[in-house]
Structure formats: C-alpha cells, structure tokens
C-alpha cells in the first residue's frame, strides 16, 4: 500500500472528522444552537455547501429537542433515511419513525388520485395522527401534531429528504389545518419541483423549520439532522 | 402559494430530472456505458461534482452487469444503503443485499480486534463467501466472488458508502487471495482516510471498480450506482 493513512483510533474518527471541519468552516458564525447540525450535514455528505444552504426558523432547534423529549415520533418520505435515523436514541423518549411509501393502501391512493406515493404518504400520516386533542382516531396510538398548552402528547416530525411532492403536500395539509407538525425538516434532493417545494416551506409562519434551500438534500441529510437533533438531548 | 410549480406527472418527474441533468451536462463525452451511472449519481445528490470524480475500471459495466446477471449479491456497509438498493429488481436475476453492520457477531469481533464495525463486517463477508470454488463453507449458500471460466457460480459486489476502513479491510481481504469481488463500488464520504482508500481501490489490478475520487460519496451514493447498474438491464 503506497497511501500514507492517517492513524486514528476507531472511537476517534468521528471526533476527528469534526475538527477537520471545523477548521476548513474557519470564522464562522452560526445561528445559536444550529453549528452540530450544520457540521454533522458536511460529515454526512463532505460538502460544504449545507454551510450555505441550511435555513432555520426562529428557536427551532429548542422547539425541536423539546419535542423529542416530550415522546415525538418523526415521520420520513424513505426506508433509507428511516435506516439511518438512530431509532434506539429516539426510542429512548419514546418516539418512532414511520415510512407509508412501500404500504398498500399508499400506492393505490397514488394510482387513484393520480399523485406521487410520496404525496399519498403525507395523506396517510394526516390521516392517522391529525390533531386530535387527545380523541384517538387511530386505535393504535392517539398523537397530536403540535404542543397545545398543557397538553403532553407526543408530536410528529417530518423528514422529508426525497420527494417535493411530500413535502408540497405537507404544506397543503398545515395550511388546511390538518397536520400541525412540531418540526419540518424539508431537504429533498433533486431538479423538479425541489427549489420550489422548499420555498413554499418558508411561508409558514407558525411551523418551526430546518430546510436546505436549493436543489441538495437527500434522505442521508434528512436522517443525519434527525440525529444531529438527537445526539444534542 | 407563491411559488410557481413546474406541471409534472408524477412518472415524468424522472425522466425530467434526467433531462435537466443531460442539459445542463452540456457536450460532455462519457466513458462508454458510464453515463447512465454519473447521471444518476448527479440525480441522486444534486452535485455535479460527480461528473469530475468517478473513476471506472476498464469494461467495468459490461463486467458488473454479467455478474447481476449470473446472480451476484451485494454486500454494504449500511442499512441505509442496503434500504435504498432496489432488491426486488436483483432478486430477479438471484441476487440478495447483505449488511453485517448490526450483528453482533461484528460487534464483537470489533471490539476484541480494536477495529471498526465497518472492517470486521469485511472480515465476516470474507469468511461466509470466500473463494471457495463449489465447496460450500456456508451452510446457507455457497458463493464464489469472481467469475472462474466454466464456473457459474454467482459472484459479490460490495458497495461501500460510508467507511473508509472498510474498503481498506476490502483491499487487504483481495490482496491476500481471499475476496475476489465481481466489483467494488467504493464511495465512502468524508475526512479521515476517505481520499486514501479510495486510492489504493485504484492500485488493485484484476478487480473492478467504480470509485468516486475524493471526499464525496456516501450510502445514497453507493446504493444509487448499484441501482444505475440494475435499471440497465
């Protein structure tokens, strides 16, 4: 072997790859509370543009750990990123992730309504856990979407790191008052629709955000700020 | 909304992104057989970086689709990759996705070797599948790892999307004779000893590659070139 590796212990190389980050992003200046998230975008993907491209509403990063503390369950548009998000931590506060692309009943609302899967899964998630102020319209599990004063369910998050069609439908569903998601993350990837799918998330005034405006993203981002969220608790 | 929407039908929504890619690629001649594979990394990410950092091994398409073909499995560094391969298309030809990332054999094979998860999954890939030329050492399935003249016997590709060390584990387990792998798919993604074991990929002589030079990569990445592959078929 002629290359020359750099020698670091296993339990070491996360840590490492974070200074080497953190000295390329030099004099940076983060928005408090958002630089483990922004770092952990570059590990997940070495490129540096997320430095650039990642917008976060008002205090969503305290809006969001209070959410998973309180039992939040995140809801992705990928089994991949539904893979990579670290389920054990999440479990812990007793959040789940759900995935509807690969079910039945969301490919056929698909071919009916003649949308994307990934439209019709933001359609299954409202269905099961619209805001319900504690009457279960789901006999599994009863969830409302948004802390209510008082109230101590759990809420949803949405990750969304693939399809704009989610996450446009995901809009559509909080403007008609039918979702009230805790947090959205909005990092799609792609050329058609994405730009747009993410703007239209900047619109909403009382949905807390963490959104990659452009066209970079993915379900690897998507999963990878859900853990940055949950290695910050 | 503000923002305006570009009218897609939801099966158009590929092939569009495929032709904003195409456009914006401009004149760019491809290694022959290769285009489909960048374009859909591009497709993947939203980074055109990847037209500039894939490097292929001579006749590396027409090799790899021989072995999907004759029912090469996959084998991957992650859950998130092993998600995002589309299994139902290589179970056509005979093939499975295998990631040995969460066994616990590899834990602790980790543990008492003071090497990453990462390398021992390589460790357990070489013992279940090594060369063995009809002679089953594996209860479950007997597999060789590169087409032998007259020999039938379906091969493995690995697909290498996030640890460094384990393409360098893959390298030492081909330099000692005891994987010889249809295709290496090595795209680890980030800063410790990523850029050097995608290097010594390049230095193997009778194995082929995909690799994507540099930092870049990733699970999504890995998962998408064994899809580009699968959907040439």
Chains 1, 2 share one sequence.
Do not use: W
């Not at 995935?99 to 409202?126: H, L």
């Not at 569903?173 to 239209?200: H, T, W």
């Amino acid at each position: 072997m002629k290359t020359e590796l750099e020698q670091v212990l296993p339990a070491q190389i996360e840590k490492r790859s974070f200074e080497i980050i953190t000295e390329e992003l030099g004099e940076r200046v983060f928005v408090p509370g958002t630089e483990p998230i922004v770092k952990r975008c570059i590990h997940t993907s070495a490129d540096f543009d997320y430095a650039e491209n990642l917008v976060f509403s008002e205090k969503v990063v305290e809006k969001a750990l209070g959410a998973l503390r309180r039992g939040a369950s995140i809801v992705t548009d990928t089994q991949m990123a539904k893979a990579g998000i670290n389920k054990k931590k999440l479990a812990q506060y007793g959040g789940q992730v759900y995935c509807f692309m690969s079910d039945e009943d969301v490919a056929e609302a698909a071919r009916e309504n003649g949308t994307t899967r990934a439209a019709a899964s933001m359609e299954k998630a409202a269905r099961m856990f619209q805001r319900n102020h504690g009457q279960a319209d789901t006999a599994d599990r009863p969830l409302n979407c948004q802390e209510v004063p008082g109230d101590e369910t759990p809420g949803l998050i949405f990750a969304i790191g693939n399809a704009p069609t989610a996450l446009i439908r995901l809009y559509e569903l909080v403007r008609e008052g039918r979702l009230a998601p805790e947090l959205i993350i909005g990092v799609p990837v792609g050329f058609v629709n994405v730009v747009q799918s993410k703007e239209i998330i900047l619109e909403l005034k009382d949905t807390p955000y963490i959104v990659a405006r452009g066209r970079k993203g993915g379900s690897n981002i998507a999963a990878c700020i859900c853990n940055a969220l949950l290695y910050m608790m």
